[in-house]
């Protein structure tokens, strides 16, 4: 499996951006896919994640009711509908997949997850 993120770049506080995960190759052994985010010198931290089949979301707290996660089955590709931007924002988002039906506590987990993109970074301006 290959993961090819996308959709970052500059927008102002408040604003909106949204984020793409292609996915290619053994896409229907997918369980769950997830976005994380990871600024210099810190741990990644989840922001949000979605059961392939089926289409259950997650999300952390400090994006919860901002930022939206869905898939599109037929293209293969997920997605990350960022609003209301806030400076914190600023990072580089990585997206993941897993092959395992994770838990609702391991899908929080970077270690988890078997496959990941290359990053696309977003920066929030005041």
């Known amino acids: 499996v290959q993961l090819q993120a996308s959709g970052g770049g500059l927008v102002q506080a408040g604003g909106s951006l949204r984020l793409s995960c292609a996915v290619s190759?053994?896409?229907?052994?997918?369980?769950?896919m997830g976005w994380f985010r990871q600024a210099p010198g810190k741990e990644r931290e989840f922001v949000a994640a979605i059961r392939w089949s089926g289409g259950i979301t997650y999300y952390a707290d400090s994006v919860k009711g901002r930022f939206t996660i869905s898939r599109d089955n037929a293209q293969n590709t997920m997605y990350l509908q960022m609003n209301s931007q806030k400076l914190e924002d600023t990072t580089v988002y990585y997206c993941?997949?897993?092959?395992?039906?994770?838990?609702?506590?391991?899908?929080?987990?970077?270690?988890?997850?078997?496959?990941w993109g290359q990053g696309t970074l977003v920066t929030v301006s005041s």
């Open positions: 190759g053994r896409a229907f052994d997918i369980y769950v």
């Open positions: 993941a997949a897993s092959f395992q039906n994770l838990s609702a506590y391991r899908l929080l987990r970077p270690y988890a997850y078997d496959y």
